[in-house]
Every structure is written in C-alpha cells, then in structure tokens.
C-alpha cells in the first residue's frame, strides 16, 4: 500500500471516530451511521480518483466537494432529480426546502432529538465536509497537523451542544486517537524519506521515531487527568460522568422533558427503562379516567402543532371559570394531591384539567395561562421534588347536550379552526367520508374516534414524531404511528370539520388503586380536545389500547340518560406502556365501544416480532466492547505467541542434555533477550556487539549476578553463531533468557511491567515484518504482471529490420 493510500485510510478512519462526538445530539444515532459513513467513503474515493488524474492541485478539493454534493442529493432528494440522476432546479429546490426543514428543526428539538430528514442533511453534510477538508489538508497537501483543525471543530459541535461536556470524556479519546493515528502515518512518511535507519536500527533512532507519539500521548493525558486533578479549572472531561437527575441548570436527564413537549414524549416512550416520574392521589371517583395535562398545542402553522401565544400573568389562588364551560351543567369538583420526582425537571405542571385552584409551597415563578389553563414556570424554576395540590373539577355531559352544544362563538373559530395552506386534500376528504352518516359536530367527533381506534391503525413508536401536513398524510396513508400522530390528525380532521380543536399532552393515569396511583415516563401521552358551546374543552381518545376514552365519547342513542357518576372501569392496561399491551383483559367501557375484539393474538404478535430489534442496542454494545478487547488483547497474544516459538523446542532447562542447538534457534533466543529489555524501557541498540549490549543491559537494569551472568552466556553463544566458525551452544540458553527476563521484570517498576504485558513496544517489528512482505509481495506481483503483460503482448511487437 503507497503512503498516500495510507493517509487516504487514516483522514477517513479519523474523521469517522471525531463523528461519532455527535452521537449524543439525536436519540436514533444509528439512523445516522450508515448515510455519514458512506459520504465519508465518498470523499475519501473522490479524493483518491482525483490524484490519480493528471489535475492541478488547487483543482482537486473543488471537484471533491462536487462529487459529494451530488451523492448527497442522490442519498437525500433523488426524487427531485431527473430520471433519478441528474440534479436540477427542482433539485435545488427541493435541498434548500431540506435545509430549512433542518434549520427549523435545530430552533424547535430539544437534544438528544430525532433524526429527522432535514437534521441528517444538515449532520451527514457537514461530515462530508469536514471529510473533504482533512483529506485535502492531510494528503493532498500533506498537512496532517492542519487537518486537527475541522476535527477540533466536528468535535467542538458535539461537545457544545450536548449540554453535558463531561460526557464526551469517551467520543474524546476516540477523536484524539483519529488524529493522533493521522499524525504517526504522516510521521512515519516524513522518516522514511530519510532510510532504513529510522525505523529503528539504533538507540538514538528509535527514540527520534518514538518522540512524536511520546509527545501526543502525553498531550492526550494531560487534557484528560489535568481538569479532574486542578479544583480551580473545574471538572472538565471527567464532569458529568455520575449523571444524576435534573438540577433545573440545564443539566441531567430532566432538562430533554422542559425543551421540547413531543420531544420528551416521544423519548420516554421509546425509552426502556420506565423511569417513575410522579405520583398522585385523588377523591375522584373515576381516578382511571383522570389525565394529568400539561399543555395543549393550539397552533397549526403549516409545519407543525405548537404552543401558541400565552399569557403569563400571575398564579392567583383561585384560577378564573374555565373556558366555555355553563354555569349549569354538572360538574364534580375533586382534589388531587401531586408529588413529583427528582427524576422530572420541566417547566410544565401536571394537572387535571379543568383545574380551578392551586397550592404550592411558593408562586413566585410560577405564570398562569389563561388561554391553554396550565402553568408553567419561569427564571429556571422546574419541578423535580415539587409537591402541590390542585382543585378541579369533571365535566359529565349526555349525549343530548353534546349534540345539542351551539355553534362555537367567534373568539373560539378564529383560533382553533385554522389549517394551514399546505394541508394536503385528502385530511378532509377522509374525515367528510368517515362522518357522511354524522349530522352534528358530537356525531363527528365520535365517528372520527372510532375509525383510529376500529380501523386497522398500528401503533408503532418508531415512526418520526412530526406532526405537520405531510406527516399527518402519511400516517393516513400508512397507519402506522404513536398517541402524537393520532391526536394531530384527530385534531386536523375535526377542524376541517369545523369543530374547533387542539392537542393536549400529558400523561394517562398510571397504575394503582382508585385513589393513589403512579405515573412512569411511559404514561407520557398526547390526545385532541374539542371545544362544545357550554361545555368547554372535551377530551377524545383516538390512540388504540391507550388510556381510557372517556364515557361521553362512546356512541350512544339519542335517548341515552346521562352516564352515571360511578367509578369507571379502568383502562386496557394497567401500566401503559411503550409498546403495544399484552394484556387479555379488557374493561367494561372496551366492551362497551368492542375494543376487544381479537386484540391479544395481535398484540401478541406484534411484541414478539419487534422483540428482538429493541435488543438490538444492547447486543451491539456487547459486540463493540467484545471487539475492543480483542483488539486490546492483540499486542499480548502476539507477543506471547513469539516468545513461546523462541523458546520453544531445543532450548531445554538446567539438568536437560537436549540436542545441538541450530544457530536459528540461538539467534532466535537473543532477538527474545533483546525485545524482553525493549517491552520494558530498554530498546535495543544494534550499534553494539552482543557482549556490549548484555553488560550495558546489567548496568541499566542492575541486574542481579545471576541474571547478568545467564544474560551474558546468551549474548557469547550468539557471537559465536556470527563470528565463530564454528559454535557449540548450551542447550540450556532458553533457561537463561527466562533468567535475565525474570531480572529485569524484577528490577522494573509495576508500570513498566503492565505495558510490557499489555502493549509491549517489541510487537512493532511485526508491523515492520508485514510492511516487508507487503512490498515484497506488491513487487513480486508487479513482476509478473509485466510478464503476462509481456507474454500477450509480445507477439504483436514489430521487430526492428536489420
């Protein structure tokens, strides 16, 4: 292999491990591997293919950024393109429609966010970039140091945004290795420019070849042990390493569930470990029927549900009527005392709705809106260890007073009905077909629930959490997705209706008995709620098996009487999880609306197919560590193999009369002295005669008599091989090097003695070794290529005319 295909490898394999400090920015890092792997391959081909070409240098780097440029618009938008190859103005067009996907996105997740296709181009991208540079810095223009710089910057990325740098301790020594690996190929181009002598054939050579990485290493050190041994200079890499909850600093595992409302549910339910997030106790007679709302997103703009515009006014005491709710109908007011854990540091209080009082230890950075009706905190208030109690009260309306529910006033249809232009026809296509048979706004709403819960949707966590028009198309078309796309499109449906709605999120109420119950990082849940004149804001429950629809939303008769006030049954699962149930059991309210028709066998179904893939993480960390220490361990196999083939069969112990030692196998035991010494400290120096260098090892060393002696008796056996005419060794010089090795294992410190098992210095003449037989082999086979050559091409040679 040349030295430029040398570097080629190293630029790439460094750019590689510096990206991998970009990890802890999305959740599904996976999703990403493959596409900025392969645009790295790219511009590491690219770069090669290039400087094989007769081109000036200055043009090599533009035509590489051309080459990936154009495989990332094949890789991104190869729909856009012409025949699906060839890039034009609608390419353009739509890359730059990519981008600004990714740079809205950037403003609205929360890290570690998805992987969504506008974020891939902007992450794989700028790999790709970052690629080309340190290729043309480290090969093109042989600058390897140079090339640090856009791997500090890939790094400096990862590491400034992940919000925790003490994390980055391990995507740090990665980076740090890349680099250090490009430096040592570029170093060891620079020392054989010189000769053969560089690479190891004196004692003062060694350490000119050694120098460098002894200086990268030192550096490497330093920058990790420095921070954590100075208490002025802070933590550095090692901070963070206990991670811990949310301390309502921006740091810990609560800061992801106050950034990003979708973000944070999306993530917990994703998530395997059920992590307990509060619990709550209530003299509410249905406490199964009781969510916990956080915030409601009220604003459709063409890309997304959003927050919408709130005002923060003061906590009061007690909070104004609810929003659209008649003084007569009939309400149950309950109380709900709310415990948080440390484990949940948002911004957004937990409470039923629609809540009338609140009471806390402090409302100084607390702000009520009155608009959405929840709370939300302010100056870096969250709520880890928050207790609280909250007043709210149950709307329990009949059917009649649903379907006769007034028209909703102006204030109501001017913000929830609005849909943006981009809302693809067939949201409201679907929904006039779904509630053709439907004569009221109540009638529609409840056959629109039915078809998400009746149909022949699935419930997969795994789909991308976007909410705008395209994706709430795509869920129609697929049904496929989690609570998010349900309650979005449920919302986006009834609005094309003219029902005015929005998106609640929150959490179901958890397991427990009637009063007191426990809610886990999977009872995070999104649902619609649609506004009725008189009544107010109703909850609907689109998401199959999740939850518990409330009583008013299963179909009923005109006549129906108003649904009692007895607890109701509680929901398809006792504990929610993130992926589909397994239980068999259903309630009576699932019978009610037949939510049970042959739902175990599917759900069975569906958690032993996807069984494995959750896994999947875990199985490849166990191969990554397992690969690891393979590769740890590599060094010291080899090292031991090699000692054991020196001294092996012939070399016999004391008392042993074996038979003549060859003059390989005498040899062969002093090149075993000589690299014992160099695993330890000691490289060897060719300069000097056998004897020399075994008394300057005794002196170095201070070796015991003993030691020195059995040293000595190596180094005279192996003088007679190379100088005598004839030699007659000792049988018994294994016996000796296993002396003078025991010597110097007993003279060394403990340090030495550890890296001379785990990385003895020594194993470098067997990179030396293949590096011979490689170019022995490429020049062996370069011959007879020119044979073949010459064979079948000979015969159509003119011969010269005499």
Known sequence: MTTRAKLTLCAALATALAALSLSPLFKDSFGLAPHGLLTIAVAAGAGTGLRALPLPRPLVLPLQLLVVLYVLMLTTVQSAMTLGLLPGPATLDALSSRLAEGGSDIQEYA?????????????????????????????????????????????????????????????????????LILLYTEGQDRLTRWGRVFHGTGRSAVAMSNGGRRVGLIALATALLLPALLPSAGSGLFGGLGGGAGNGTGNGPGDE???????????????????ELLRFSTDATDADQLYLRVAALSEFDGEEWKVGNQSGEPLPTTLPAP?????????????????????????????????SWVEMPSTQNWRFDRTGRTVAAVNGQKTNGLSYSVG?????????????AAPAPE?????????????????????RKITANATNPYDQAVA???YFTKGDFTYNTKIEPRTGPDAIARFLQDKEGFCVHFAATMAAMSRSLGIPARVAIGFTPGTGDGSNRIVR??????????????????????????????????????????????????????RPSAGPSASSTCTAQQHRIGDCDDQSAVVEHRTDTTAWWRSLPALLAAAALVLLLAVLATPMMLRGRLRRRRLGAGRHGPGADGPRLTDEQVLA????????AWDLGMPPDEARTPRNAARRLAEDAHLAPAAAEAAGRVALATERVMYARESDPSPHLGADVRTARDGLLTQATRGRRLRALLLPASTVRLWWRAQERMAALNERTARRTDAIRNKLTGRFRRTPKE
């Open 669 to 676: 035991a002093w090149a075993e002295l000589v690299d014992s």
């Open 257 to 275: 569930r106050s950034l990003n409302l979708v973000v944070a549910l999306t993530a917990n339910l994703r998530s395997n470990d059920d992590t």
């Open 521 to 574: 990082s999977s009872n995070y849940h999104a649902w619609p709620e649609l506004y009725f004149s008189g009544l107010g804001w109703m909850r609907f429950e689109p998401t199959p098996n999740r939850g518990a629809a409330p009583l008013y939303s299963v179909p009923q008769a005109a006549n129906t009487a108003k649904p009692s006030a007895q607890p109701s049954a509680s929901s398809s699962a006792d």
């Open 392 to 404: 709210s009260v149950t709307v329990n309306p009949d059917a009649s007073q649903l379907r006769s």
């Open 111 to 179: 890290i570690p966010a998805p992987t969504t296709d506008g974020l891939r181009l902007i992450v794989v991208g700028s790999v790709a970039l970052v690629a080309v540079l340190v290729d043309a810095l480290a090969v093109t223009y042989r600058r390897a140091a140079a090339a640090g710089l856009p791997l500090l910057a890939l790094y400096s990325v990862g590491c400034g945004l992940a919000g925790s740098p003490g994390g980055m301790w391990l995507w740090f020594l990665f980076a740090a290795a890349g680099y």
């Open 323 to 355: 929003e659209g709710l008649a003084a007569g109908v009939a309400t149950n007011p309950i109380r709900t005392n709310v415990r948080i854990s440390d484990r949940l540091g948002a911004t957004w209080l937990p409470m039923p709705y629609p809540v």
């Open 448 to 450: 629109l629930q039915q």
């Open 411 to 431: 204030d109501i249809t001017r913000r929830y009905l609005g849909l943006p232009a981009n809302l693809p026809a067939v949201v409201g296509e679907t929904a």
